[in-house]
Antibody, heavy 126, light 107 residues
């Protein structure tokens, strides 16, 4: 049974960088069978897809965040990470790391999100 | 961006009711439409993928239908554990987007 667990600071100061890591157990992130995404949820609000990474290094970012976001992976540690720069209060949210099975032969990105981490609340405040 | 609009919101229902939630896309998403359930303080859970395929382990009282721009999630007989917020999500465009959510409340 695959498990995903987010880790990182729960409090970040405005203008600084938010960094989170997702540790994956029960499966290899370099298998090529899955995409690995970050999704966030502002307090009391809906879900926003931040982007994904594939084991080849291919990434895609939400255009609204693209200038500030980097998703990377460390296959030796079986984990992937999110980095969001120049944060403001608007980035306060619960951040989820998520798995998606690769469906199509071509690298077309995640279709549905089948396993989620428990979520990490990150508050941006001085 | 493809906008996903859910209705109604919220939805009040009783145990045993047949419940239908609608999701409308701002343009066709073919059958690239998924449904999730979220309970307070928990991560979302995948219920339905590709508009009508039931995710493993999800009770058969949940079903999905539709294609193009109009989709429905149906709960055939509402159970106490089904009171939650439900989200649709499209994977047709490069930018995956979610609906705003439909909260199913106790009547």
């Amino acid at each position: 049974q695959v498990q995903l667990q987010e880790s990182g600071p729960g409090l970040v100061k405005p203008s600084q960088t938010l960094s989170l890591t997702c540790i994956v157990s029960g499966g290899s992130i370099s298998s090529g069978a899955y995409y690995w995404s970050w999704i966030r949820q502002h307090p009391g609000k809906g879900l926003e897809w931040i982007g994904y990474i594939y084991y080849t290094g291919t990434t895609y970012y939400n255009p609204s965040l693209e200038s500030r976001v980097t998703i990377s992976m460390d296959t030796s540690k079986n984990q992937f990470s999110l980095r969001l720069t120049s944060v403001s209060a608007a980035d306060t949210a619960v951040y989820y790391c998520v798995r998606s099975p690769r469906i199509a032969a071509a690298e077309t990105g995640p279709y549905h999100f089948d396993y989620w981490g428990q979520g990490a609340l990150v508050t941006v405040s001085s | 961006d493809i906008q996903m609009t859910q209705s109604p919101s919220p939805l009040s229902a009783s145990i045993g009711d047949r419940v239908t939630i609608t999701c409308r896309a701002s343009q066709s998403v073919s059958s690239y439409l998924n449904w999730y359930q979220q309970k307070p303080g928990k991560a979302p859970r995948l219920l339905i993928y590709s508009a009508s395929s039931l995710q493993s382990g999800v009770p058969s009282r949940f079903s999905g239908s539709g294609s193009g721009t109009d989709f429905t999630l149906t709960i055939s007989s509402l159970q106490p554990e089904d009171f939650a917020t439900y989200y649709c999500q499209q994977s047709y465009s490069s930018l995956r987007t979610f609906g705003q959510g439909t909260k199913v409340e106790i009547k």
